[in-house]
């Protein structure tokens, strides 16, 4: 499907029907696969032949969601995880362990700072934060030897900070390492972070992706571009004889290509097991089929409210990368020439009391942990996804105390602005 424009793409890939066929990718809603022989059978377990016989492993249905998604970030292979967190924790793991150390941008999801800060620390992976706006020398300087990873989110949650995924891979590759870029926000409808050099792509598909607030997962695409061969010394889990694979050396056996999705697959699937089900694969794939339509929409509501609250009094700032006055606006005009996402945030006067009354007198955005559904909600992060940071942390990954994130649903957005506009008028 790759040469058709990526509105085709969100529609039509992953899944072409026979003669006959159901027309909906079918829910193989099946735990195990049958076979004649054992014999049959062994090739699968040795990934001497590709074939399904174990859900936790790999099911048809999700195969086929991961293939679209691939096509969509234009990757050469993909797969899905039961959450975003397994996406980033699989994607990291996979070329880490305990002794590795990787550079992370400070401005990511609260969920993968702890992911990295805490957890992975606690398994000897060691980080050194580095800010999105780093220079080439900053970047550089954040390298170790035993560095093994870069990562970054193409548009934060909720910082909104616009990454240079341009200079990021640069440095990356200069240190023989690969960039991991977490693209939920701006989908592949509106940024795709493998055509600006990043290596390995990372979803919570909870987001955009599913789009309805309906099911929680992720997924990971591999690029198929980066050499690890090249750069053995530091992949031995890509590049030696895997042991609990009868010796298969990934990179060798299925190519750069293949390589990083089949051991995360092989290995990380097997022995973490967080699958995705069949039935949320088919949600989220319900999900992509709208997509490319409705991501234009989130950005227009995005934008119109940026807008209305910039002229607010009761405003102190409002962070949308589409503003003029962003920070971020000439490198959002690079990255997402069509827009990024629904999500704005801004702080009101009045800091967190202010917020929290504001929030309570929305009537159409509802206070959630959540964004990037079709219902517009809220947040205070300071006081819910963010509260395990200290106030540093939270300054440095630029979230003040009084933030409010607000993600701008497909409603109209009229009714958006005038529900903001009592709610202001009630501060
Ligand atoms: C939500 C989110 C995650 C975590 O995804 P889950 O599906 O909630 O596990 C990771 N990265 C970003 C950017 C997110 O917004």
Request: charge should be negative; charged fraction near 20%.
């Amino acid at each position: 499907m790759s040469e058709y424009k990526i509105n085709t793409k969100c529609v039509q890939s992953g899944y072409t029907p026979g003669n006959g066929e159901p027309r909906q990718i079918p829910i193989i809603q099946s735990t195990t696969f049958k076979y004649e022989t054992s014999e049959d059978m062994g090739k699968l377990f040795d990934l001497e032949a590709s074939g399904y016989f174990y859900s936790r492993l790999q099911n048809p249905t999700c195969d086929m969601v991961a293939a679209k998604i691939a096509d969509l970030e234009g990757g050469s292979a993909a797969m899905l995880t039961s959450s975003g967190q397994a996406a980033n924790f699989f994607a990291i793991f996979n070329i880490c362990e305990c002794g590795s150390h990787i550079v992370a941008s400070s401005s990511i999801y609260g969920g993968t700072f702890n992911l990295i800060a805490v957890t992975l620390a606690k398994m000897g992976i060691e980080v050194t934060f580095v800010s999105p706006d780093a220079t080439e020398e900053e970047l550089n300087a954040a390298f170790k030897d035993n560095t093994r990873a870069m990562f970054g989110e193409t548009i934060a949650n909720p910082a909104l900070t616009v990454l240079d995924i341009e200079l990021f891979a640069k440095v990356a590759h200069a240190h023989g390492v690969p960039l991991i870029v977490d693209n939920t926000f701006p989908t592949p409808v509106n940024c795709r972070p493998i055509e600006w050099g990043a290596d390995i792509v990372t979803h919570s598909t909870t987001k955009y992706m599913d789009g309805h607030g309906s099911a929680i997962g992720g997924a990971i695409i591999d690029s198929g571009k980066f050499d690890w061969m090249a750069h053995a010394d530091k992949f031995p889990g890509l590049c030696t004889p895997d042991d609990s694979y009868h010796g298969i050396t990934y990179a060798e056996k299925f190519g750069k290509e293949g390589a990083f999705i089949t051991k995360a697959t092989a290995q990380l699937m097997r022995d973490f097991g967080c699958v995705q089900s069949p039935q949320s694969a088919f949600i989220l794939n319900l999900g992509l089929e709208s997509l490319h339509v409705r991501m234009p929409r989130h950005v227009e509501n995005g934008q119109a409210v940026a807008e209305f609250l910039e002229q607010n009094d009761k405003v102190v700032s409002v962070n949308y990368s589409g503003l003029k006055s962003n920070k971020y606006y000439e490198r959002a005009q690079k990255y997402l020439p069509n827009g990024g996402c629904g999500v704005v945030s801004f702080e009101l006067k009045g800091g967190r009391a202010a917020a929290e009354k504001f929030m309570k007198n929305l009537k159409l955005a509802a206070i959630e942990t959540h964004v990037a559904d079709a219902r517009t909600c809220c947040l205070n992060p300071a006081t819910s996804t963010h509260r395990q940071m200290t106030d540093e942390q939270l300054l440095e990954a630029g979230i003040p105390a009084g933030l409010v994130r607000m993600s701008c649903g497909l409603e109209d957005k009229a009714d958006l602005i005038a529900d903001l506009e009592q709610a202001l008028a009630q501060i």
